[in-house]
């Protein structure tokens, strides 16, 4: 424990800084909810002359550093509001006004429903804000609402910022699902309950260093006293129909604010892979070549349940509980592969077949209770997190495999089954503060992780109908870690600039042991997490920023297990005890005319980056996929983006990037050579949203991309994907129709190839994005308040895989 008693000293060491002339106060509505972004601006009291002007935190604290003496009042206005105006005040050396109330503006409210208000854009100095709330795009679904915000890319259902994988938040707090179960869960969150996305390329000290930039959807405070709720169904048709229905109820009170939603999901997915392999012999010429064809349905049923409780317990102290389950019965997959074996002439040698059989269970519940307290009139906050998440999945694995002379004569056969099983807890710790030092912005907190999870697989021979177990092939494998993180981070505006810094701590003691394999793993270790940020406005219209940021990946705990999850005997996936966690340096540079048109250069790299890479075995003609480390991946890029309303009834948002993506690996031969990588990209993103009237909107997106690079693999051919949705409302807005069409023209494919030394093989993959979908949502009760809507979860959670994941 010295190691997290000594980083908690260091980062809690903190000198104050000197006194200077400043104002702060909040920005509230008439029901004391705070009004976050909204404009604000010093005034001389004496003419009502210009002085500065400021944006409100999302805690619609505001804040004027450095102001000479004088006398001073303030106006702030937001949309949906009348312009509010303080009292004037004498400044001497700081002051803390009252409170400023805005009081809607019933009228401009009913216009923003019928005319739409445009959404904007912020560029604040750690994140860009993507400002939704009662505009144009916010009538579809947040999902919808993520694919249109600038600077975010959808890569074959994953979200992407800058080329890497972004991290979901909802309201400052993780989700953790899989890439579908997350678009499922955000296309069931309607868009009018959303405030903003905030686009944070390189997250500050407030955050867990794990993990890439974030995208934190901020949703829209409850304003008024009452009840509300919906009831929504999907049919969607691609290769086979997937089925969704669920209802979501709202309730509030002066005293709480309650929100319960279920969801029944009901789906039959189709994969199709097509592979080459082509193994050599010692002296480099062919030996044998593989064609595969790979295909699995799976059939899967789920329900989920998300309650929120929030307590005012005094207008100085909030209370919130959260519960999220996620119940998978089943989640069956039925896989049939045929590999087909050339000989170096070309003729067809022998083939074989394989039929594999995946049932899967799966429970992931989430609770979560956090406390909130003002403290004083200064707009200082103290709160405290606490989490406790228990994940468990269950899966049973059958394959049997024939192997067929070119004559068509049976060889050989061979069946066994697999038994794995996961079981995870996870409980985390967490206590923040927010103030001020003087005219300085000032936060610091403390966080504990502590994470058990416990994997088995039994194997068994099940050849002749006969079920032997094979104690060489199974596999016990227990995994602990904790995490001791502590940070703190300063901010303070000038006239024309503005800087943040920030240092976050994080001590690391995990342990993992595959008792069968007799293979312990120990990692221990402390690293620091420095972030920075600098921005200057020199004129109006015009910003330039700065910033840099070391981030940490850390192992998921099933790339750790050793254990295989098979396709067929010759062709399976294995986990690796000793992959290191990766080390990340990231910088950007940014300049932004208009908050409409933004030119990003970036650079990062990762040492030690982790990615599963494929080796082929041409002695034994097996192809293995392993969880490993790279020595390093690096990216360089320019990143455009335009956003505005060409007219009143098109918004158009464009984005493009031009980038270098390197990489270097070790080759897993034995010969321990140094393989290198590297590419020269270009991606293009439109998204054109076109308001035919009133009740009908359309919305249209292109997606170009040349190339990219995964690990050892490389995309071999462009891929492109135009999506079109529709959106017709009834009844005043409560009943909703979505029509959406994706991938129109079926090209969005994922062809891969991996080719160096004596390993050459590709992989194409044939998901099924091409998809009809007929959505329905019906509103009811006074369903145009806003609500609590959001999804709690915690970082660590980020980091359960799922068993067999492919």
Known sequence: MKHPILLSVLLFSFVSVAQTGSITGKIVDTNKQEVSYANVLLLKAADSTFVKGAVSEENGAILFAEIPSGRYLIKASFVGFKD??????????????????????????????????????????????????????????????????????????????????????????????????????????????????????????RYDAEGGAILNIVTSKNLSIGYKGSINASNTVGIKPKYNAGTSQYYKTDWLNAFASYNFNSRFDVKTDEGFVQFYNPNGSEKATWEDLFQRETRTISHSLNTILDFTLSETELLSFTANILHTPKANSDISGRTETYNPQGQLDSLYTTQSRLENQRDNLLFNLNYEKQLGENGATLSANANYIDYTDDQMQAVATRYVSAQGNLSNSNAFNTI??????????QLDYLGNLGSWAFEAGAKYSGINSESRQEFFNTAGNVSDADAILNDHFDYTEAIYASYFSVAKDWEKWSFKAGLRGEYTD???????????????????????YLMHNPFDNHSFGIDYSRRIDRPRFQSLNPFRYFLNENNFQEGNPNIQPA????????????????????????????????????????????????????QYSLDVSYSEFVNNWMWMSIYASFFNMQNEFTSLDGNQSKIENEINGFFFQSVNYLIINSTLNVTISNNFTTNYLVGSYEYDRPQYRLNVDIQKRFLDGRLILNLSSEDVFNTMKTPLKSRYLNQNNTFFAMPEFQKIRVGLRYNFGNFKLSDNNRETSVDEESRLQELGAN
Do not use: H
């Not at 794995?420 to 710790?429: A, F, V």
């Not at 993992?512 to 997490?529: A, C, D, H, I, P």
């Open 84 to 205: 509010g105006y303080s009292s004037s005040f004498e400044l001497k050396d700081e002051i803390r006004i009252s409170d400023l109330i805005l009081q809607e503006n019933s009228e401009a409210l009913e216009a923003v429903t019928v005319n739409y208000r445009k959404p904007t854009i912020v560029r604040g100095i750690d994140r860009m804000v993507f400002n939704v709330e009662n505009t144009a795009i916010s009538s579809g679904t947040t999902y919808d609402i993520l694919q249109r915000t600038p600077g975010v890319v959808v890569n074959q259902g994953q979200l992407l910022v800058k080329n890497r994988p972004a991290q979901v938040y909802i309201n400052d707090r993780k989700v953790y699902l899989t890439n579908e179960e997350l678009q499922q869960l955000l296309e069931g969150f309607a868009g009018v309950n959303i405030k903003s996305v905030e686009v944070i390329t390189n997250p500050p000290a």
């Open 420 to 429: 794995p099983t996961q079981k995870s807890q996870i409980y985390t710790g």
């Open 510 to 532: 995990a342990n993992g042991n595959s008792r069968t394999l007799g293979v312990v793993n120990t990692q221990e270790y402390l690293e620091l997490f420095p972030t920075v």
């Open 583 to 634: 080390i990340a340096n990231r910088v950007n540079f940014n300049y932004t005319y208009k908050n409409k048109l933004s030119f990003d250069l970036y650079w990062d790299r990762i040492d030690n980056a982790m990615s599963r890479l494929p080796f082929q075995d041409n002695e034994n003609l097996t192809l293995r996929s392993v969880n490993t480390n790279l020595n390093y991946e690096q």
